[in-house]
């Protein structure tokens, strides 16, 4: 299922003993572009803290109820690493918090997911972590942060990241929503991470290898779109581009070695 970061921004989110609060924004990398954290809204429950929710946390995704459940106690959400709201997501900050709750760190390994590009919820498949085994260092971004970066093509300035659609079986960001009006009113355009050439974060400018003629010219998107596979089908072969989904099935592991006893 593909759904916009500002449509999940205010879904319920409840523990196995009660809600905790509400969705407010997502810490990805920039690496992988994959949430990494959903920010939970808790109002008055936990003042002066972060709560962040894995992915590895996540049960249902509910887009009728507009809940998702949490595979976790409040008890264990309350007792588990501190982050102060006015610091940054340290490494050390999550291998604290990955620690505590047992998950694989996803930064030990090739994939998204560390060894595979999909969330492995069985314990069986999951490959103990090491320090030699840690490949890549994440920076995290906050969506709220990221929205209003401009989308510079390969000719001009074309319009500003507005949003992101976010896959809700692996939690990449599969595309950013760009507005449009400045250049072309009325008109938004999907472009994928994976066509981006590089970020100022600087400068809060994200450059595409792309003419702003083929951007334009891209299949419509607005609020009523509905992302099928066969639109966005259409949306790579203008582009271009390979389907990410090819990369999902070539790369995603047969089995996985078990962690050792």
Do not use: C
């Amino acid at each position: 299922m593909l759904i916009k970061a500002t449509t999940l921004k205010g879904y319920k989110l409840d523990s196995l003993d009660g809600e905790i609060g509400q969705v407010d924004e997502f810490y990805f990398d920039d690496q992988h572009w994959a949430i990494r954290y959903l920010v939970a809204n808790a109002g008055n429950w936990l003042t002066g803290r972060l709560v962040l929710i894995s992915p590895y946390a996540l049960k249902s995704v509910d887009s009728k109820t507009k809940h998702i459940g949490i595979g976790l106690s409040q008890q264990q959400i309350e007792e588990s690493p501190s982050l102060n709201s006015h610091k940054p997501v340290s490494r050390q900050f999550e291998e604290a918090y990955y620690g505590y709750y047992g998950w694989p760190m996803y930064w030990a390994g090739p994939y998204m997911w560390g060894y595979s590009p999909y969330i492995e919820r069985d314990r069986e498949l999951w490959i103990a972590s090491s320090e030699e085994q840690i490949g890549w260092d994440p920076h995290l971004r906050s969506t709220n942060d990221v929205s209003g970066h401009h989308l510079q093509a390969t000719d001009g300035d074309i319009g500003h990241v507005e949003d992101f659609i976010i896959d809700a079986e692996t939690w990449a960001i599969r595309y950013l929503v760009i507005a449009t009006q400045n250049w072309w009113p009325g008109k938004k355009v999907l472009v994928s991470p994976r066509w981006i050439e590089r970020i100022s974060w600087d400068d809060s400018t994200v450059f595409i290898n792309l003419p702003r003629e083929t951007i334009k010219h891209s299949p419509a998107y607005n609020e009523d779109t509905i992302l099928d596979r066969e639109y966005e089908l259409r949306l790579h072969q203008h582009y271009e581009r390979p389907a990410y989904w090819d990369d999902l099935l070539r790369d995603k592991p047969a089995s996985l070695p078990k962690n050792p006893k």
